[in-house]
């Protein structure tokens, strides 16, 4: 089993910024993609940013332009840098790591807080 551990979350006022980072506990084999999302209580979980194995990126159009999906191979990890914070993007945000070989993870969910 696979545990993706999220850090980074905290509370910021808006136009600050943040970076979300998600590590897995060991190599995920025949990864599609890597991707954030994010969750208001009562809403459904929303995709925020997708990291493909080619390297391709997709952004949610509420982030793009503010929002940098990132991946370092080596130390496992996978970030979400998000600049120009607004109230509205205040939410847990999730990592997801879909494989094709093993499934899919996620994480544990860390709270992202934006103050007007």
């Known amino acids: 089993q696979v545990q993706l551990v999220e850090s980074g979350g905290g509370l910021v006022q808006a136009g600050g910024s943040l970076r979300l980072s998600c590590a897995a506990s060991r190599s995920i084999l025949g990864i599609n993609r890597i991707s954030w999302f994010r969750q208001i209580p009562g809403n459904q979980r929303e995709l925020v940013a997708t990291n493909t194995g080619g390297g391709g990126t997709n952004y949610a159009d509420s982030v793009s332009g503010r929002f940098t999906i990132s991946r370092d191979n080596a130390k496992r990890t996978t970030y979400l840098q998000m600049n120009n914070l607004k109230p509205e993007d205040t939410a847990v945000y999730y990592c997801?790591?879909?494989?094709?070989?093993?499934?899919?993870?996620w994480g544990q969910g860390t709270q992202v807080t934006v103050s007007s």
């Open positions: 997801n790591v879909d494989s094709y070989i093993e499934g899919e993870y």
